[in-house]
């Protein structure tokens, strides 16, 4: 094994948490030994390009200058690292119920080159008790003892796409299977993180990730059933939000939206509910939340259609973002798609503009992303607002739609934009 100060680090599940905790165990000087089963991902890697709308080519060159970053869809450089770290896709079933395949998956290929001493560490988002009565078992059928033999910690990722925070800044919570778990995961993390928060048990810490998202997602659901009486009242939501926002204690922003998408927070709660479900119990904030946030999309799709019919001629459509949220290029749980194929259906003629996002198939249609200048501006009805994306030409869009719906308050800074609605 290595050398306390500098570890070998595997990470399973490049995407949008694994890469950027790749990233940052190489500037800390350790060793990784990336996994991922997408061989795209391994190719683009392998390439020297990006596929995160958070790296650019260079980031990903840099990983690789120190010679100490390993990159494959095979699984047998496990046999060389201290800690193996899970970061995979933890999403719902069509029936809304957690879905660990791709962990129990992660999981069963990493068995058969793990090795006395190793520690394994589950990252990916989850319900209380996952590690102890999924993982725990799995890993302890091949012969192992946890605590013993090898080493079992939960850790959750608190990744933000699209921010300006610091991975390393973002304290790291860690809780093990036993305290030696417990201690060796704190050593690891301590390694490249500069706060790291010691829990009682993996329970604690999976708990902990489904209760900060959960309260996200009941404050954001909260704001958008503020939506429609804000609208009868013809009160300007967003202006009522940043007036209350002045107030220096006991209140935070939260902002209303077409829906709330990602991979974490539409997706934790119901990991929560479900988990209340087992033990007889119901959550009927999150279970109401969930109602609200459900209905968006056909909020939005009635409010167009209510303002495009008494406001314009023709019914040409352009959306403007169709990714969960600003600044990155990940469509998860996104309303966009789902609004847009409502619009279709309703016989209107839909294109969009995402700088992240060049193609997007919208069951039997094949979308491109329009590019958008003065000339093309004047083919489209209304104009609609779904991502605020940083760097859209917002005076463009303003100064040559007929209508603007914007969701997002994205041309707030503008002087005129008597052309726009807000929400």
Request: net charge negative.
């Amino acid at each position: 094994m290595s050398h306390p100060s500098s570890f070998s680090i595997g990470i399973v599940g490049l995407g949008y948490v694994g890469l950027p905790l790749a990233k940052l165990f190489l500037e800390k000087g350790h060793t990784v030994h990336g996994i991922d089963i997408d061989a795209n991902r391994v190719n683009s890697l392998l390439k020297r390009q990006t596929y995160l709308s958070d790296f650019s080519r260079s980031d990903v060159k840099d990983m690789f200058t120190k010679n100490s970053f390993f990159v494959s869809s095979s699984f047998e450089s496990i046999e060389h690292v201290d800690a193996v770290l899970i970061c995979v896709p933890t999403p719902l079933t069509e029936n809304h119920e957690p879905d660990l395949n791709y962990v129990i998956g992660a999981i069963k290929s990493t068995l058969p080159y793990l090795q006395p001493g190793q520690l394994i560490v589950l990252e990916s988002s989850t319900f209380p008790g996952t590690v102890d009565n999924i993982l725990l078992p799995l890993i302890e059928s091949e012969g192992f003892v946890v605590g013993r033999d090898v080493l079992l910690a939960y850790s959750p990722e608190r990744i933000d796409p699209g921010s300006h925070w610091k991975l390393e800044d973002i304290p790291k919570i860690v809780g093990g299977v036993t305290s030696i778990c417990t201690e060796r995961a704190r050593q690891i993390y301590e390694s490249a993180f500069s706060n790291v928060v010691v829990v009682s048990s993996p329970r604690v810490a999976e708990m902990t990730k489904l209760l900060e998202n959960s309260q996200r997602f009941i404050n954001i659901s909260f704001m958008n059933s503020l939506v429609a009486l804000c609208e009868a009242m013809n009160i300007n939501l967003w202006e009522v939000i940043d007036a209350a926002g002045t107030k220096p204690y006991g209140f935070m922003k939260y902002y209303p939206g077409p829906g709330i998408g990602g991979h974490c927070i539409p997706v934790d709660p119901i990991y929560l509910l479900w988990a209340a479900k087992n033990y007889e119990m119901e959550l009927p904030f999150i279970e109401l939340s969930q109602q609200v946030n459900d209905k968006m999309p056909e909020y939005v799709m009635e409010k167009v259609k209510r303002h495009l019919a008494k406001s314009t001629d023709g019914n040409h459509i352009l959306i403007i973002g169709v990714t969960y949220k600003k600044n990155v290029n990940d469509i998860r749980e996104s309303s966009a798609p789902t609004i847009i194929a409502g619009l279709l259906e309703s016989g209107y003629k839909v294109s969009y503009h995402d700088p992240y996002v060049e193609e997007l198939q919208i069951g039997d249609y094949q979308l491109k992303s329009t590019p958008l200048t003065a000339r093309n501006m004047k083919n489209y009805a209304c104009t609609v607002i779904l991502t605020d994306h940083s760097h859209i030409p917002y005076e463009l869009l303003v100064a040559h739609s007929p209508l603007v719906i914007d969701f997002r308050n994205a041309t707030k800074h503008l002087k005129d934009r008597n052309n726009v609605i807000v929400l």
